[in-house]
């Protein structure tokens, strides 16, 4: 039996171990904020030690630790990494939710809980991935490690991108992530992200003096609707890119909603926060505002900068901050990882599956950042963010085989030529 035949067998018969496992993730609170992830690192470590994986615990923050699990295999090779973060959104009011967000409930086949979608059902299926490729190394090329990253949730600084900055060999050389995509995506990129605060500053005074004094709240609401303009501005995507979703486009549209490659191929503004003024009976003399723009991949950063920045300077009242902005890295449709994962993805769930990019952030973007090849592949989202989240659970065994097989055959060399 040749080492894929191996692991296949493996497969058929412990894949669906996904399954308990990410209802025992989701029945592990980690909402961020807080964001403290002691408890489900905790047993993640455990998880690894008990089925003889080496694991251990790096946590530059006390209550942020991540589980870094490594596989050596016995002859030498290169080295694929999956990536996954153990931090959630909140779960909001519970009065909202049908079934426990805590409670890895599953019903008509569909397992419930705050995360079972972002992302504790892809980072399940990483998890079981390693634990059996674990169990054929000392046949295995190269090797595998796993990142179970908390913070992810508010950019990761503890998280990912401590470990990108500490542990350099986690770079690895291809890197599967899990965030949920559909069975039928392969993402290879994400929409590039700026986030901006604006705020204006005026005199105030009495309510009953509008008419004579400027109002903060006003400036920044004109500043806010010309800032908003941009979602409308033509862009020069690269050929490549407009290619690759047109071709994707009637799976796209489907999964998101109709419309939605054409929208993820335009830029976005949104407006998140805003807050101003004291009283009801005064004029705002302070507001501030929060705005997310995303551009697709190969559209210039600098080119929004310089935008906004002369759109700004039309209000002399209101001044402009960047902050966790990144730009959108794309993986090579062509590159081998994508195309043994999409060969793969697609002789698992026997249907087409195409490559695509992201509407929302994934820590993927920073193994491309570093050069790294990678791909994100999980199951599809429902409710995410909201009540009532879930996943299919039939889908999770099927992420598991896509990504073992996937790092077994990248790590094998096999391409798809």
Same mark, same amino acid.
Request: with cysteine; glycine share 8%.
């Given at each position: 039996m040749n080492l894929e035949e191996e692991l296949?067998?493996?497969?058929?018969?412990?894949?669906?171990?996904?399954?308990?496992?990410?209802?025992?993730l989701v029945r592990i609170p980690s909402e961020d904020p807080p964001g403290d992830t002691r408890d489900i690192a905790g047993f993640i470590n455990g998880y690894f030690r008990s089925a003889g994986v080496s694991s251990e615990i790096i946590a530059p923050v006390e209550d942020l630790p991540n589980v870094v699990a490594t596989v050596c295999g016995g002859l030498p090779g290169p080295h694929v990494v999956f990536n996954g973060h153990m931090d959630t959104f909140p779960a909001g009011d519970r009065k909202r939710w049908n079934h426990d967000p805590f409670?890895?409930?599953?019903?008509?086949?569909?397992?419930?809980?705050?995360? %079972?979608?972002?992302?504790?059902?892809?980072?399940? /299926?990483?998890?079981?991935?390693?634990? #059996? &490729?674990?169990?054929i190394r000392d046949r295995l090329p190269g090797k595998v490690s796993i990142t179970c990253v908390s913070n992810e949730e508010v950019f990761g600084p503890w998280g990912s991108q401590f470990l990108l900055k500490t542990r350099p060999e986690i770079r690895g050389d291809a890197l599967i992530n899990g965030e949920p995509s559909s069975l039928g995506n392969v993402r290879v990129g994400e929409k590039g992200q700026y986030w901006f605060r604006f705020q204006c500053k005026t005199g105030g005074g009495h309510g009953a003096y509008s008419s004579l004094k400027p109002s903060?709240?006003?400036?920044?609401?004109?500043?806010?609707?010309?800032?908003?303009?941009?979602?409308?501005?033509?862009?020069?995507?690269? %050929?490549?890119?407009?290619?690759?979703?047109?071709? /994707?486009?009637?799976?796209?549209?489907? #999964? &998101?909603?109709?419309?939605?490659?054409?929208?993820?191929?335009?830029?976005?503004v949104n407006i998140g926060t805003i807050s101003g003024g004291m009283t009801v009976n005064m004029i705002a003399e302070q507001c501030t505002a929060e705005v997310d723009f995303r551009l697709p991949p190969g559209t210039s950063?600098?080119?929004?900068?310089?935008?906004i920045r002369k759109t700004a300077n039309k209000?002399?009242?209101?001044?402009?901050?960047?902050?966790?902005?990144?730009?959108?890295?794309l993986t090579d449709p062509a590159e081998k990882l994508v195309r043994i994962a999409r060969k793969t993805a697609?002789?698992?769930?026997?249907?087409?599956?195409?490559?695509?990019?992201?509407?929302?952030?994934?820590?993927?973007?920073l193994w491309r950042q570093a050069g790294t090849p990678a791909i994100t592949f999980g199951p599809n989202h429902h409710n995410m963010g909201s009540p009532d989240e879930y996943v299919e659970a039939e889908e999770l065994p099927q992420v598991v085989r896509v990504h073992a097989l996937t790092a077994l055959r990248f790590l094998l060399q096999e391409g798809t030529d």
């Open positions: 296949k067998a493996l497969l058929l018969s412990e894949a669906d171990a996904s399954i308990p496992l990410c209802r025992s409670g890895g409930e599953i019903s008509e086949g569909r397992l419930y809980g705050r995360g %079972a979608a972002d992302m504790k059902g892809g980072l399940a /299926a990483s998890i079981v991935s390693v634990v #059996l &490729l674990n169990r903060a709240i006003l400036d920044l609401a004109k500043l806010l609707e010309a800032l908003s303009e941009y979602a409308h501005m033509p862009l020069k995507v690269p %050929a490549n890119v407009r290619e690759m979703m047109m071709e /994707a486009k009637a799976s796209y549209d489907e #999964l &998101l909603c109709p419309g939605a490659t054409e929208a993820a191929l335009r830029p976005s950063g600098e080119d929004l900068r310089q935008w209000f002399p009242n209101c001044s402009m901050e960047e902050f966790n902005s990144y730009d959108a890295f697609e002789e698992v769930v026997q249907k087409p599956v195409h490559t695509t990019f992201s509407l929302g952030g994934t820590e993927a973007r």
